[in-house]
């Protein structure tokens, strides 16, 4: 071979050579799922520039709340017991139990009968009509409530707030409100024109029929019980009130039946600074008026011998709350501190809280009690200072067990989504104690509180 063809011939292979190199260089490699690491391209393993592999995926980082909050499993749950009942201001209420009709699937009616023997047939005889089922009804828990600026009268039921107008008779700017007779029968006390004379106004209820609920043009009619009656307190089967008024130098106090308007004075008195309960049907308990800097009293009339008994006393700011078997008697000093009194044995019992009875409720077999109980209590001369609107409370609400002591935390209603500050006062439970009732004095807005 020539030389000449020799180095055309070397020329040619290293040409070739190059051409492979290169082919092997610029070829893609075809990754499999689970092979990234290990491409068909083995020369690509060992390519110092590396080699073009497919970008995997995007992943984000989990979302995470570094705020330290964590939704409180009771939150939602404390929203749905604790209630705003009214959409104003009220001047009292009452609870009652109230007919409704019950909310049933509805279904179609049954197809008609077929005279026997099919239709057509001549002498078949038809079967009797089915007669109607009158429709299901319940008893539950219902509310009326006196618009403080106007008067109207209201009503909802408690397990479903839809507040309805009841009447439409009008009184002016109402200071007190009772209700009587299971709701059919009401005591607006308001102020005269002249500004200082008591007016106290007895009135009766239409009757409501059943599924009528929205009728609300109702009008209020009754008469007037004597000017500037002191106080005012119903009996516990709610047919009575007990009121107290001055005649010349002396204080009377009187019972009226407001199912048949009869009277009867029950007692009598030269001093006149008196506030009364009626815990049960056999007795009415009077207290001497509240201060810090004097002594109080508390008696008891027997309204079968028409005697007056000294029951406790000499305790400076003393009020008072008597059980519905009247042998205890809820307590308060001025200092707030609460304490239980055995009327059986003389002997007190401090229960190591700091309310004024006026803001609890005894359940009906007077075994446990339900109070507003305030966080904290500024300092100042007590219950004056509350009472003259000096002093407003924060409370929670509590249950106390009377037999062993224990007392219970219902609910804060500031820590309740959207709760507000509460300064509890005519607590009031339901027949089944089920719902506890009270009014904001703070707002005079009526609330309730789920118990089951």
Known sequence: MSKRNFILLIIILVLVVIAVIGFL?????????????????????????????????????????VSGYEPGSGEETLKVKLTKVSSMPIAGFVVFIKERLKEVATTPPPAPFLNEGGEGGGNSKPK??????????????????????RGIIYQTFADKIEERKFSVTTIPRVYEAYFGNHGDSVVIRYLKGDGKTIETFVGTLPKEYLGADTIGDNEIKGSFLPNN??????????????????????IIGTTLSLLDNKKVQVFDSPFTEWLSQWPNDKTIILSTKPSFSIPGYMYSIDLAKKSLTKTLGDINGLTT??????????????NLS????????????????????????????????????PKAIDAGGYPDAWYQGEVSLRDQLWKIDIKNGNATLLVDPITVVGG???DGIKLALDEGENYLFFVNKKDSFLWKLELK
């Not at 089915?130 to 006196?146: D, M, N, S």
């Not at 709350?321 to 001025?334: C, H, R, W």
């Not at 055995?342 to 339900?370: A, F, I, M």
């Open 25 to 65: 260089y610029f070829r893609k490699g075809t990754t499999m799922p689970g092979e990234e690491n290990f491409g068909t391209n083995f020369l690509s393993q060992f390519n110092p520039f590396g080699s073009k592999k497919p970008t995997p995926p995007t992943v984000m980082p989990p979302v995470v709340d």
């Open 128 to 149: 009797p009509a089915l007669k109607p089922t009158p429709p299901p009804t319940e008893f539950v828990p219902a509310l009326r409530y006196v618009e403080k600026a």
């Open 229 to 250: 009656i002191k106080d005012i307190s119903v009996s516990p089967d709610t047919t009575k009130i007990f009121y107290l008024f001055e005649n010349v130098d002396n």
């Open 321 to 334: 709350l008597t059980s519905p078997d009247g042998k205890l008697v809820l307590y308060a000093n001025g």
């Open 338 to 373: 609460l304490s239980l009194y055995h009327t059986d044995t003389r002997n007190s019992d401090l229960l190591g809280v700091q309310t004024l009875p006026e803001k609890c409720v005894w359940g009906k077999v007077s075994d446990v009690v339900y109070c507003a109980v």
């Open 420 to 422: 507000e500050e509460i």
